[in-house]
């Protein structure tokens, strides 16, 4: 009955686990993915196991794994989000660095932080943002990431047929309603990665 019961749980828990992950717009999990799932669901059967059952009920309360970081190259290998379906040609540390996205109501920004760094922030389980902006700006400035910024509204329309890239401050520049921040790039870089963007069915 024990054994059932730990089953339906942990199968529970993977079901949400990919909803999470679904809803984020991180689209279909490679089979390693899965697998690491799986493997994460074996904890909370341990933590299950060693509880303490009063009436029938469990005294420990099991946390739920946090969503696993996901590389820019891997969400575009998933095929994009619900909302973000496209790709650029970034530098190599960038490809493979961790993304982060917060949405707005008419805003979806992504914080990609570069591989190879010591550590880095846990996804936020709470709200859509999954990165503090803050935090998030603190990597930008120090160089450590670059921010991408998609207006999905009716103001971003006015720069529909631009040809050329604003820059707007320092470190940032605008493509149509694509807007790209990296202050430790040149301006002629952001352009070029900017100027890169197409869907990623295209990259097949």
């Given amino acids: 009955m024990k054994k059932g019961r730990k089953k339906f749980m942990r199968n529970k828990l993977i079901v949400g ?5 679904t809803i984020l717009g991180f689209g279909a999990l490679t089979e390693p993915e899965s697998v690491a799932i799986a493997n994460q669901s074996l904890v909370y059967d341990a933590v299950i196991a060693n509880s303490d059952v009063v009436n029938g009920r469990s005294q420990t309360v099991a946390q739920q794994p946090k969503p696993q970081l996901i ?4 969400f575009v290998e998933n095929g994009g989000g619900r909302y973000i379906q496209v790709d650029y040609d970034l530098p ?25 760094l010591s550590s880095y922030p846990p996804v936020k389980e709470t709200g859509l943002g999954e990165i503090d902006v803050t935090q998030g ?6 160089g450590r990431a670059i921010l991408f910024f998609w207006n999905q509204g009716n103001s971003g329309l006015q720069y529909a047929n631009d ?13 149509r309603a694509n807007c790209l921040t990296a202050p430790f790039m040149t301006d002629e870089q952001i352009s070029r990665i900017l100027r890169s963007k197409r869907r990623i069915e295209q990259n097949k």
């Fill in 17 to 21: 686990l990919v909803a999470t992950l």
């Fill in 71 to 74: 590389t820019w190259k891997q």
């Fill in 92 to 116: 190599p540390e960038f490809r493979n660095g961790y993304v982060y996205f917060n949405q707005g109501a008419s805003v979806i920004t992504a914080y990609i932080l570069k591989q190879g």
């Fill in 137 to 142: 700006d603190r990597y930008v400035k120090s």
């Fill in 163 to 175: 040809t050329q890239v604003r820059v707007t401050q320092k470190g940032t520049g605008c493509f």
